[in-house]
């Protein structure tokens, strides 16, 4: 089992169906939390690390082989917790992050809040270190793009930010740094990689819940 930790309610559909194309013999556990990030905006992701902690522990004694944690701005946090209670868990976005550096030096990182920007750039320089590989990376909020996102206007949401990207010269590489991004990579027309989140990240995390990679994820 692959317990999912999220912070939006409308992750959970779009996981199922990348699980069913995935990993169709892995029991996904959903569990939604959308108050952690209300706190972790206002406060700081340090702010939930007690709740994130309970939620992976929780998830492990439940029986998941691993977590994923698809929100950007508390992955660090979840990423700490599994480390201390001893259960697999995976950010969203570090498969992602490797695939940036390995991509090019110039990042661009597109996020719709403020609070998702100083986990990924954090990230992304952790993965750069670790290949040993120099990049500089430019930041990009999407404006208004978050309210359209809350008030449930997904069209626009999406729209919002395939413009944006569009709008970014001088980049090897433009990375979206919240999952529910993911779908606006397929409306932009920029001839520079666009990379997304979930899929790699579910990949990453199956792995370590099966404990196998050539279980039929990854395919």
């Known amino acids: 089992m692959l317990a999912l930790l999220h912070t939006s309610p409308v992750h959970t559909p779009a996981f199922d169906a990348l699980g069913d194309s995935e990993c169709p013999e892995l029991v996904l556990r959903h569990l939604v939390c959308e108050e952690l990030l209300v706190r972790a905006r206002a406060e700081g992701p340090g702010a939930v690390a007690g709740e994130v902690r309970e939620a992976v522990v929780g ?5 998941a082989g691993a977590v994923l944690c698809t929100c950007s701005t508390i992955g660090g946090v979840a990423e700490a917790a599994g480390q201390a ?19 090019g030096r110039r ?13 990924t750039l954090a990230l992304v320089e952790e993965e750069a270190a670790r290949a040993g590989r120099p990049v500089d990376v430019r930041t990009h909020v999407v404006a208004g793009a978050w309210e359209r996102f809350e008030a449930g206007d997904r069209e626009g949401y999406l ?15 433009i990375v979206l740094a919240q999952a529910s991004m993911a779908d ?4 932009t027309a920029t001839r520079v990689p ?14 370590l819940a099966v404990g196998n990679t050539a279980s039929g994820c990854g395919r």
């Open 59 to 63: 998830a492990g004694r439940d029986g």
């Open 85 to 103: 209670a001893g259960v697999p868990v995976v950010r969203v976005d570090r498969p992602m992050a490797v695939a940036a550096v390995a991509a």
């Open 107 to 119: 990042i661009a990182v597109v996020a719709a809040l403020d609070s998702t920007l100083g986990p």
């Open 159 to 173: 729209g919002a930010v395939a413009t944006a990207v569009d709008r970014i010269t001088g980049a090897d590489v």
């Open 184 to 187: 606006a990579a397929a409306r």
């Open 194 to 207: 666009v990379l997304s989140s979930p899929r790699p990240g579910l990949r990453a995390a199956a792995a």
